[in-house]
């Protein structure tokens, strides 16, 4: 649809306003999903535009459906470090070499890389497959780098039940996010063309992926890592403990993150809702690293609402959120860490 | 009253520098950024502001407004722009001051909460104990701030049994546009009722003392449904009639339900010309009666009742009520809605009314409304990028504001008068009314500089008609 019909449908009603996280920090119509749409309805050049996150959860709140991903898109803006970090996670060995080579250099950005990541070790992404693999296991750019254990007992788990092939890689929603579509069309098509099931353990990417059909016309079946356990019915072992859950913003949108609170309730373990679970944590794909200001204030908000649950331990099912959740000081855990 | 000396032009460069100097750079906007303030959910007018200013304190308002008043400029206070009469739409050329960034809470204790006028509805529930809840909940509650609710006295759902705003404000400090600050507690001739409804023309919210509610024990509800809107509107006062007082009595038409199933909010209500939703609060014996009273009730006047069978089904009857606004795009995008005030028992006659409008004018219209305080909601669909079509609307607004003010209704229950409704304050009250209300309003604001030309009809010449629509919305036919 044109941009023009999408925007007819926003009826002004701001509605969409306190469930941004950037209107939530300035309180500004400028920084909000109203004030970005009306800046475009009416031609003029805000500086509001830049500022989205693109959680895109002012979409969940809008009585009229409208889609404001599509909308503003394309008056994203990308800059050059923005798009250089981009292109390093492009290709998984990239990804690596970018990561590692950060903690050596002085740049501001990677200075702040090494803040988000201290404690983490870089490591080289698991790579392999079993003989006829029935399904494959796509651990997302970072989390294969950066949470390697995490991929590890993921991959055990499934094993013991399926024969599993691991594809590493980017599905695309970063560079979807920052406006570059053709680049996110190339990844999403490199993806495409698996016909086998796909669980992947970013629950962002998952719901990126989802959108395939409705965005490049490609059909992909793809889980959640928790959907899969769910929707598979698969076995899943007792434990104990207290968590509090984080609701990624794209996974929340679609729908996916009960399958996460479904996982934790059956292994028995205690969850303590934090305020506003699906909440942006701060991150926003890079936006934490070219926003650092306004991502810090967001990051700020999570941590009192993280807080008020009064649980240190946080379910995070996206590598980029639990980057923020560990900055903020909590212990960010993935379902599959729990296995 | 001299008013129209008193224009800021967009280039008063030492305005500017003065209101930076207390804000800060980044809390003014100066550029094309002023165009995404030109309007709030009023969507036929828009006027660009000559600047917008963002204050982030108590005291960095008060400054604004010795400033304001010490150079006689026009100005009016916008929350979170949800106006759906206009009130801050700034027509005469006003300077905007958002209060969004005045949003926090200072103390809370028992059933009392304190807060500042930018926070919004939704968010006191995340400051006070579970076991009280804050009653008004306008259907923009998710957004709409509380200083935005005292101003138009904004009621909800639950109004039949806690009341309008009006009955959840124990106290505010407004602060006056000669700069003054007061404490206002509504004793004896303290003017706090003046404030709440007042439209932001008399003073601004500061800060708002809101009176909480015990929670009910329990919360049961009752759906009605009728084979003709006759029926349902006499059920509706039957209902009051066997001695129930329902937490929430809301309405919809057949329009509304077939928009309400056609969208995400979809309900699945029974097959009806229009349905009751009927919420009853209270403890178990009490509701308990209500229910077999309320059934009775629905019994005699022709209707059939049913509970919802599972929490599941319950809400979504409700989430339904609440998307029946929103869904009316799947009639048009762009929709006006009324909110005139009627005696329950002239519901039938209002209803059948607005559909005749509605032919006459060839504009879709639908009605769900909170039928329990006789606020109606037609809505009336038009197409905003056509001007003629868009006044059509209004005319067709503005006969059924004037039938319903025959029926001995008011012109508006809670979405306020602002621009959108000027017209009627004259039919509705006297000429000695409105005089006293510009004395009211002089007594406070002598320099008419805070958002003037709302609320009371402005006399002639006294206010800059900006294009056809605003001259349209000030003339009395």
Redesign the interface.
């Known amino acids: 649809m044109e941009v023009e019909k999408l925007i007819s449908m926003c009826t002004h009603c701001g509605f969409c306003l306190e469930t941004c996280p950037t209107f939530s920090v300035t309180r500004n119509e400028v920084h909000s999903p109203r004030g970005r749409i009306e800046a475009i309805r009416s031609k003029i050049e805000s500086y509001g535009l830049q500022t989205c996150m693109f959680c895109r959860l002012c979409e969940t709140a809008c009585p009229a459906g409208v889609k404001y991903g599509q909308i503003v898109l394309p008056f994203r803006k990308r800059n050059v470090k923005q798009s250089l970090f981009l292109r390093s996670l492009e290709s998984p060995r990239a990804t690596y070499l970018l990561l590692k080579g950060s903690q050596k250099i002085s740049l501001k950005e990677a200075q702040r890389f090494k803040e988000f990541t201290k404690g983490l070790k870089v490591e080289r992404q698991i790579e392999g497959e079993d003989d006829e693999p029935e399904i494959v296991l796509f651990p997302g750019c970072l989390e294969g780098v950066l949470f390697r254990e995490t991929v590890e007992k993921a991959l055990n788990f499934l094993r013991k039940r399926y024969k599993v092939k691991i594809i590493n890689g980017c599905c695309g929603l970063a560079h979807f996010s920052a406006g570059n579509i053709e680049k996110a069309k190339e990844l999403a098509s490199r993806l495409g063309t698996i016909k086998k099931p796909i669980v992947t353990l970013q629950s962002n990417c998952a719901a990126h992926m989802k959108e395939y059909k409705e965005l490049f016309g490609l059909e992909v079946e793809v889980f959640d890592f928790a959907e899969f356990l769910i929707r598979k019915g698969v076995d899943l072992p007792r434990k104990e403990g207290k968590v509090t859950i984080h609701y990624p913003c794209n996974a929340y949108r679609k729908g996916l993150t009960k399958y996460v609170v479904e996982v934790i309730k059956k292994m028995g373990i205690n969850v303590r809702e934090m305020e506003d679970p699906q909440f942006e944590c701060g991150s926003g794909g890079d936006y934490w690293i070219t926003h650092p200001e306004m991502s810090d204030k967001v990051r700020e908000i999570k941590k009192t609402k993280i807080e008020k649950s009064g649980v240190n331990t946080v379910i995070s099912t996206n590598s980029v959120c639990s980057l923020s959740i560990l900055r903020s000081g909590f212990k960010p855990l993935h379902v599959a860490d729990l296995l | 009253m001299s008013t129209f000396k008193l224009r800021v032009k967009i280039n008063d460069v030492s305005l500017e520098r003065e209101v930076t100097r207390i804000v800060g750079e980044e ?1 003014v ?1 100066t ?3 002023r ?3 030109s ?3 009023f ?1 036929p007018l828009k006027v660009t502001p000559p600047l917008v200013v ?1 204050p982030g304190s108590e005291e960095e308002v008060i400054e604004i407004v010795k400033l304001f008043k010490s150079k006689r400029t026009k100005y009016l206070i916008r929350g ?3 106006s759906l009469s206009g009130s801050t739409t700034p027509t005469q050329g006003e300077v905007v001051i ?1 209060l ?2 005045l ?1 926090k809470v200072f103390y809370t204790q028992g059933l009392e909460i304190t807060v500042g006028p ?1 926070i ?1 509805n ?2 006191i529930g ?1 400051f006070i104990d579970s076991d009280v809840f804050y009653a008004p909940d306008p259907s ?1 509650y ?3 701030s509380i200083g935005g609710n005292i101003s138009h006295d904004s009621g909800g759902m639950h109004t039949p049994k806690y009341g309008t705003t009006f009955n959840s404000v124990v106290s505010l400090r407004v602060l006056l546009p000669d700069g003054s600050v007061e404490d206002l507690n509504g004793r004896n001739l303290d003017p706090l009722p003046l404030f709440v409804g007042s439209e932001g023309t008399l003073g601004i919210i500061l800060r708002a003392t809101l009176r909480l509610f015990p929670k009910p024990g329990i919360s049961r509800t009752l759906l009605a449904a009728f084979d003709n809107v006759e029926d349902a509107g006499k059920a509706v006062v039957e209902i009051y009639k066997v001695g129930v007082t329902p937490a929430s009595l809301e309405f919809m038409d057949k329009p509304s339900i077939i928009a309400v199933e056609n ?3 979809k309900a699945n209500y029974p097959e009806a010309e229009a349905i009751l939703l009927i919420e009853l609060d209270g403890n178990s014996i009490q509701v308990e009666e209500e229910m077999r009273r309320s059934k009775l009730a629905i019994s005699k006047c022709n209707g059939r009742f049913y509970e919802p069978t599972s929490e599941e089904e319950k809400t979504r009857w409700w989430i339904g009520r609440k ?1 029946a ?3 009316f ?1 799947y009639y048009s ?3 006006l809605t009324l909110d005139a005030n009627v005696p329950r028992s002239s519901l039938p006659k209002i209803l059948e009314f607005t559909y005749a409008i509605g032919r006459k004018y060839s504009l879709p219209v639908a009605n769900c409304f909170h039928a329990g305080d006789g606020t109606l909601h037609p809505l009336i669909g038009f197409n905003s ?1 056509d001007r003629e079509n868009t006044i059509n609307a209004i005319k067709a607004a503005e006969e059924i504001t004037y039938y319903a003010l025959t029926l001995g209704g008011v012109p508006s229950g809670e979405h306020g008068i602002g621009i959108e409704k000027l017209k009627f304050m004259p039919v509705y009250y006297s000429s000695e009314d409105i005089e006293v209300m510009r004395r009211i309003k002089e007594s406070f604001d002598p320099e008419f500089i805070l958002n003037p030309c709302k609320l009371i009809p402005p006399k002639e010449k006294e206010c800059i008609a900006v294009g056809e629509i605003h001259k349209h919305l000030m003339e009395v036919d």
């Open positions: 809390w906007i550029g094309q950024e165009e995404l303030f309007y709030p959910a969507l963002l979170a722009g949800t958002s969004n960034r949003n930018g919004a939704l968010h995340k923009s998710v957004v709409s969208t995400q909010y998307g606004f929103p869904s795009a995008p762009s929709y990028e």
